[in-house]
């Protein structure tokens, strides 16, 4: 019955645009009971490549009058009707000089008068997602269908939907976005956010521990183990203390990330107000990303540095060294004094800025060419596109700090192995080169890489799950 009364109401409105939502309800209406529930309107846009992030759920919210969860047919063109007024009111309001079509200076302009400064670059990025026809331009039909059932309902929205889409954060490591506003601070979005990085962090790094500790056993017993392949060493490792060794120093590793995260966002925010000169500078250049996110990322280290002390040793202990991190950190301080919770910070801090400013580089450099080469496509470039230009970007950063990550693991190591003589930064180098040949510099590296694109790609996942997951989702 509610079908038949449906496909009537089909052929007696007026409208072509009803018609077509009186089609595509129908469609969306999986069970055929004449409403449509957020689990069909999820399947039925996905089908059709028009779900954005936690749409379906907005938009039920939105058009549901008589609040029974779902939508009539009624509700359905109701919402459509309403949200496609609210957006021929924004377009208008872009399209300043009334050409009926809006261009990249009018979207570069638009931004800025809401606080949101981006290249004209970045607003042609914008543009090209929305650009169907390859003219550069957007005319209504282009903007209507882009945002119809993404629930956006007025500028300072499309603004922040636009502002997000240009950043990501992925890796081991995630980048501290340098975009969030007043508002969005406030309203708790920064630390959703934040959090969101941490838990993808935090899986990532346990799904990929068994390779960390593998490199930090070959970093700092390379030489006397000769050369240990990575299944061979694994196998070792649970040779010696079963199955769970693989995760030695896991849980420290995991536990510093959200002390670590908070740490680096508040210094980063102060440095980038201190570089633009006021708290309302907008983006930082790619330049003034690197030098922030340097200093910020030293700063979040020197708090949490003996953490990392603390990692490495558990990392390396035998079964039954240690009780726990609290009890290897009883022990540290009483056999070697406090100083100790800082053995081999000089080459961590001085790693970061070759890792941080290559790593950066070539990704912003690989992401813009990709950019530019597929103009017509959308402003974000696909999971596989930004998996593999962090992958390559990580690895590059990785070579060019390597052997410094190599000596700061030595230096956290050396008090636990007894009579080792105490040497500074520059004579573990002298001794390595001298030792063990240059090739000693990269002890290790081959598990480290063989972790880089599972940790890339785990990250992103859970990333984005996660932002989906508390609300911060926004594309």
């Known amino acids: 019955m509610p079908g038949t009364l449906l496909s009537h109401y089909r052929h007696t409105v007026t409208s072509s645009r009803e018609k077509m939502w009186a089609e595509l309800f129908e469609q969306l209406d999986l069970n055929k009971d004449g409403r449509v529930d957020v689990s069909e309107l999820r399947t039925g846009l996905a089908a059709r490549g028009l779900l954005r992030s936690n749409a379906e759920e907005q938009i039920v919210q939105a058009g549901d009058t008589n609040q029974d969860g779902q939508l009539d047919f009624q509700e359905f063109s109701q919402y459509l009707r309403i949200h496609e007024k609210e957006l021929r009111l924004m377009f208008r309001n872009l399209d300043r000089n009334n050409d009926g079509c809006i261009d990249v200076s009018e979207i570069q302009v638009s931004l800025r008068n809401l606080g949101v400064d981006v290249t004209m670059e970045q607003a042609s990025r914008i543009l090209q997602s929305m ?215 000089m080459p961590n801090v001085l790693g970061i800025l070759p890792y941080a400013g290559i790593d950066l580089a070539i990704y912003e450099t ?62 573990h180098f002298k001794n390595i080169v001298s030792q063990e040949g240059v090739g000693g510099l990269y002890r290790g590296i081959a598990p480290n890489f063989l972790k880089v694109i599972p940790a890339v790609s785990i990250s992103y996942v859970v990333y984005e799950r996660m932002r989906r997951f508390l609300g911060v989702a926004v594309g």
């Open 366 to 427: 690989l992401k813009n060419a990709w950019l530019q080469r597929n103009s017509g496509s959308t402003a974000d470039p696909g999971v596989l596109v930004l998996v593999g230009c962090g992958t390559v970007s990580s690895t590059c950063g990785q070579l060019a700090s390597y052997p410094l990550a190599l000596i700061r693991t030595r230096m956290q190591a050396q008090a636990s192995e007894s009579g080792a003589p105490q040497l500074s930064m520059l004579g």
């Open 131 to 345: 650009d169907k026809d390859g003219t550069m331009t957007i005319d209504w039909n282009e903007w209507r269908d882009h945002f119809l059932f993404n629930p956006l309902h007025n500028m300072e929205s499309i603004a922040l939907y636009w502002k997000h889409s240009l950043m990501l954060d992925i890796g081991e490591h995630l980048t501290v976005p340098d975009e969030f506003s007043e508002q969005e601070r406030k309203s708790g979005f920064v630390w959703r956010q934040l959090m969101a990085g941490a838990m993808a962090g935090s899986v990532s790094r346990t799904g990929t521990a068994p390779l960390d500790r593998l490199k930090v056993f070959l970093q700092v017993h390379g030489s006397a183990s000769g050369k240990v392949s990575v299944l061979k060493g694994l196998r070792e490792m649970v040779r010696e203390g079963g199955l769970t060794a693989l995760w030695r120093g896991n849980g420290i590793n995991v536990l510093k990330i959200a002390p670590e995260t908070a740490i680096k966002f508040l210094a980063y925010e102060q440095i980038k107000w201190l570089i633009r000169g006021n708290k309302d500078g907008g983006a930082l250049r790619v330049q003034e990303r690197f030098i922030a996110g340097s200093l910020a990322g030293a700063t979040a280290q020197t708090v949490i540095y003996p953490m990392e002390v603390l990692k490495t040793r558990l990392t390396l202990r035998k079964t039954g060294q240690y009780k726990g991190m609290a009890d290897c950190a009883k022990q540290i301080f009483h056999k070697e004094g406090l100083r100790a919770f800082y053995k081999g910070y």
